[in-house]
């Protein structure tokens, strides 16, 4: 199924998306099982929140009880932002970095997080905003020293991201500086929903692209990861607990801003899309701070 952040008069909420002749509608899942908790991220935390979900979106759906609102950020406030780096081994050749023996790990913090829909602000102190597209996992049951074998269980589902960086931060500064390059406002926009992990059989073996203006920048597949979503999640998971909600951008395939001749930075009145199959297409417009 699919699970969404919808916000109206009333507030945000969590919805059920439900695809009707290339449309999507959304029912208010909160009405109809009024014990669910109001936000997904809140739903992943209920042992069986997804499935009551599901329930009340098909029951929603059946008797037309639809409502309107504008998509926001799926998991608005995650616990936690975990990002890899040169996860994929063409895009490791074209930055000119070694293949990393172990996965490259950094993180965003909340305030990066934008839905569909919503501004990437380009920050006036930086002039290389370059676009990454990216699969991100979705935590939805907790674990610390999770085995390969056992880490898609814990996995809730999917969603498009967009890992903005500012090149000049994180590559130009003195020492390098990715957490400051990756953590601008508005620089991790997710969405436009979250597709449980039934419907995605193999996370690593997905399309993804990613389009600027219309024009296709990064054309990929996840099956050019290096390290694998079990393998990043048994990592990650030996150093700190993973818990329901908590978000794992898995890194970007080929075609980035920096590494085109000559270069390519996002600037005010672009457009940028991802595109995961499966996923749907998370779109957002680029303006000046």
Known sequence: MRLATLE???GQRPVGVVEEGG???FVDITAIDSDLPRSVKGILSVADGVERAAGATQKGAADGAFVEGELRAPIPHPDKIICIG??????AEESGM?????????????NTIIGPGETIKLPAVSEQVDYEAELV???GKSGKNIAQSEALAHVAGYMNGHDVSARDWQIGRPGGQWLLGKTPDT?????PYLVTADEIPNPNELPIALRLNGETMQDGNTSAFIFTVEELIAHLSKIVTLEPGDIIFTGTPPGVG???KPPVF?????????????LGILSNPVAAE
């Open 86 to 91: 040169l996860n994929y081994r063409d895009h």
């Open 266 to 278: 996002l600037k005010p009145g672009d457009v940028a899309e991802v595109e995961i199959a499966g």
């Open 137 to 139: 996992v979705v935590i």
């Open 258 to 260: 920096m590494a085109r």
């Open 23 to 25: 449309n999507s509608r």
């Open 187 to 191: 620089f991790a926009p997710i969405g």
């Open 8 to 10: 109206n008069s009333e």
């Open 98 to 110: 070694d293949i990393p023996p172990e996965p490259v790990c950094f993180s965003k913090f909340v």
